[in-house]
């Protein structure tokens, strides 16, 4: 989860979201040399004394300035399309999950093998134990074995929703009437926290998401019990 | 192995965007970058004893130095994480399929 103040991204946990941390360290260090050479012109400009007043071309600058920019857009385009084509790329998923967007909590339905589904309720501030996180924690994590590829539909039974966790990489708007799907791979075990990222009522901030990524023993172990408590 | 952990201390940001103590090659890349651009402003302002002319080309050596040094750091820790990808896979491979008719060490002898 986002640590307070924090203004970067989240530790990456899917091979996406690491893609993702390394085009935009790239496309960051590009935007703080166009700022150092706009500040450095910027100052330049300002402190100059001199003054030309007949300039009426110069073809030399004119070139220098449309190639340069067209160069930059180009390094920045390349790493951007092979993520986006990275990310589109057809995988093989071991698990599918459903997850619906309701007011205001999510439900998630395994049904690959049984039939087995939840819902997921925000913990109340005044119920957190020592050590949970407050807005963040939901009575029921959405459990996934790690190192598996992991297809989510996502989808909606009210309103508009979008189903998001920002370690993963993932994000997926929830549209009544419509499914629609994305896909990660939890890297490594851990509890990872999204939000709901489309307004949708008045407790659009009070319906988060929890994943958890666990061994596969332990994802027999949980589902398995699950389907007794059901 | 690349230089990717430490992320849990609090970075210094240049210009209050680029953390540079948290992102890969960032640091070594500004370093080059104002080392060489150090050099040429100098040497350009020996050379021809124009002040404003060298503190040009200081900012062109910057720019250019800390990009070219900061595209080549980048491959080679874009070549190193590949590298260490197929590793762990293979590493991973040989645990689960050691033994088995799957091991990919094991030669294949012809019945």
Not at chain 1, 138 to 155: A, G, K, Q
Not at chain 2, 37 to 42: F, I, K, P
Request: proline share 5%.
């Amino acid at each position: 989860m986002a640590h307070p103040t924090q203004l970067g991204f989240q530790d990456a946990a899917s091979p996406v979201m690491e893609e993702l941390l390394h085009f935009h360290d790239h496309a960051l260090m590009i935007v703080f040399l166009i700022s150092t050479l706009v500040l450095y012109i910027i100052i330049a400009m300002v402190s100059t004394k001199l003054t030309n007043k007949y300039i009426l071309d110069s073809q030399e600058i004119e070139i220098v300035w449309t190639v340069l920019p067209a160069v930059i857009l180009v390094l920045i385009a390349l790493p951007s399309l092979r993520i986006l084509y990275l990310m589109d790329e057809i995988n093989d998923p071991h698990l599918t999950i459903k997850a619906m967007g309701h007011q205001w909590y999510w439900s998630y339905e395994y049904t690959d093998y049984e039939d087995l589904g939840f819902d997921s309720y925000m913990i109340p501030t005044q119920d957190l134990t020592p050590g949970q996180f407050r807005l963040l924690e939901t009575d029921h994590r959405m459990v996934v074995p790690m190192e598996s590829p992991v297809r989510v539909l996502v989808s909606a039974e009210d309103v508009l929703h979008s189903w998001a966790v920002p370690s993963l990489g993932v994000k997926m708007d929830a549209v009544p009437g419509r499914l629609n799907q994305t896909a990660f791979i939890a890297s490594r075990p851990g509890v990872f926290y999204g939000q709901c990222s489309e307004i949708c009522g008045a407790n659009h901030s009070f319906m988060p998401i929890v994943v958890e990524a666990v061994p596969l023993e332990h994802f027999e172990s949980w589902s398995s019990l699950m389907l007794e408590d059901a | 192995m690349t230089e990717e952990g430490g992320k849990s201390q609090v970075g210094t940001k240049v210009l209050g965007i680029l953390d540079i103590q948290n992102t890969p090659c960032a640091r070594e890349s500004l370093l080059h970058g104002s080392g060489a651009s150090l050099v040429a402003g100098l040497l350009h302002f020996l050379a021809t004893s124009r002040v404003k002319r060298s503190f040009d080309v200081g900012v062109a050596g910057f720019m250019l130095t800390t990009l070219g040094s900061w595209f080549y750091c980048r491959y080679n820790n874009a070549k190193l994480r590949v590298q260490q990808r197929i590793i762990q896979d293979g590493m991973k491979n040989k645990v689960i399929y050691e033994g088995t008719n799957l091991d990919p060490t094991r030669k294949k002898t012809e019945d």
